[in-house]
Structures are given as structure tokens and as C-alpha cells.
């Protein structure tokens, strides 16, 4: 343990801009950190996980996972034989090394951190959602669009609205792909990572799928967004 102040008890009702943790903690999920004080950024549940992870389940934007789920993750920690990887969960994932690289590792002489280090960016898939015993397993070994991302621009959305930023038969998140030239990973947890040709697409498109979360019962919401894009490529030609 690390001795220092937790200030929550398992499972209590926080609130955002709450004081969770001083001390050498890592922050997950609906947590951040200023210098070495971790608070909550949502209302939601906290927890403490492997000792020193403070982990706050927002009450907004639970996803549940489900197999075959593609998501965008984040890696928290790293164990003896793999990873623990936050995906916007209840609880964190599991990523063994067996499932993130086709060459065989040796756990007891490599470095894990060499493969994958805290804080990388991964696309997964789930293998393994056993709600009921808190087992969730993912995997990047697939290639294609899994594996770590080095690049990009990560945001977060309630995973409900998922289906409204990808559209009917992928319609709006291919308006705003073809039209700014972009890679955008809607992962089914809700967490988005932007791939644009600069940071300045990255953080437009960032707002605009912010502005889709927060209208998706609004009539009319594409040709909006349509016009928003036009608006911002025509300005980037008079620069």
C-alpha cells in the first residue's frame, strides 16, 4: 500500500471536482490527476483497483461489455502476464500477452513494458465479458485496425450515442472521415480516437462529435454538421 490518504470508501457516491487520493495513485476512468492529487470528473462510484489504481465508474456512461465488441482502450498497469487496460468498464480488462503479439514473449526475461507501456492507446476486441466474476479479456493480436495506436486524439462520449455518431449505414462518421481526410475509431465504449492530418482536423472533429452527442435527438443534425465542415474548410483555404 502506499501509505498516503485515500479519501472515499469502496463503492461511495462521488462528485465531480471531489478529492479522491494524494499520493502515488493512477486515475481511471471518470478520474484525473493534478500533480499528485487524483479527483473525480463525473458523478459515479469509486474504487480502489491493484492497490494504487482510483477508479470512478461514471453513472452516465456505464458500458457493459459484450464479446466481439471492438474498443478503444487505455493501458493502466501492467502485470505479470499481460496488461490491465481501461476500456470506460465497470472494471478494468485483461490483455494477456498471448493475445497483443504473434512472437512468442518470455515472460520471465522480457520487459512487458517494451511491447506495451502505461498510458499507450490500444484498439481491442473483446474475448471474455463474464460480468458475474468480473473477467474481461481483450485482444490486439488481429491486426487490421487493432494494436497500439502511437497517434491521435482521444475524446469520450456516453456510449449510447455511439449508433448517432456513426449514423444510419455509417453516413455521418463517413461525412466527417471523407471530408477532413481522417481516421476516426468509434469504439463501441464510447471512447473515439482521432487520427487527422493535423492536430488542429483532430480537435475540429473532436467538436464536432461533441456537438453530435449533445444534439442527436435534434431533426436535421448531418446537413449541420455538413455545413459546420464546409464552414471550417472553406476558412482553412484563406489561410
Known amino acids: 500500500m502506499t501509505g498516503v490518504p485515500i479519501y472515499f470508501k469502496h463503492r461511495q457516491l462521488v462528485l465531480p471536482g471531489e478529492l479522491l487520493a494524494e499520493g502515488n495513485y ?3 476512468g471518470a478520474a484525473y490527476a493534478e500533480g499528485n492529487k487524483i479527483y473525480a470528473s463525473a458523478v459515479g462510484l469509486a474504487e480502489l483497483r491493484e492497490k494504487n489504481i ?54 520471465a526475461k522480457e520487459n512487458l513494458a517494451n511491447i506495451l507501456n502505461r498510458g499507450d492507446v490500444v484498439v481491442a476486441k473483446v474475448l471474455i465479458a463474464d460480468v458475474t466474476r468480473e473477467n474481461l479479456v481483450i485482444s490486439i493480436k488481429e491486426g487490421g485496425k487493432l494494436g497500439r495506436k502511437r497517434e491521435g486524439t482521444l475524446i469520450e462520449i456516453d456510449p449510447a450515442k455511439v449508433p448517432r ?8 462518421i463517413n461525412l466527417i472521415k471523407s471530408s477532413l481526410e481522417c481516421d476516426i475509431i468509434v469504439g463501441q465504449n464510447g471512447w473515439i480516437l482521432i487520427q487527422g492530418k493535423s492536430l488542429e482536423d483532430e480537435l475540429f472533429v473532436a467538436r464536432l462529435i461533441k456537438k453530435i452527442e449533445r444534439e442527436s ?23
Do not use: C
Open 26 to 28: 493512477v486515475p481511471s
Open 54 to 107: 482510483v477508479h470512478v465508474i461514471s453513472l452516465s456512461s456505464v458500458y457493459t461489455p459484450r464479446v466481439g465488441d471492438v474498443v478503444v482502450g487505455k493501458v493502466i498497469e501492467i502485470g505479470l502476464t499481460g496488461w490491465y487496460v481501461d476500456i470506460n468498464a465497470p472494471y478494468l480488462a485483461f490483455l494477456p500477452v498471448s493475445e497483443a503479439t504473434t512472437r512468442f514473449v518470455d515472460i
Open 165 to 172: 455518431v456513426i449514423g444510419r449505414k455509417g453516413t455521418m
Open 217 to 239: 435527438h435534434v431533426p436535421g443534425l448531418t446537413e449541420r454538421i455538413r455545413k459546420l465542415i464546409e464552414e471550417y474548410l472553406a476558412q482553412k483555404k484563406k489561410e
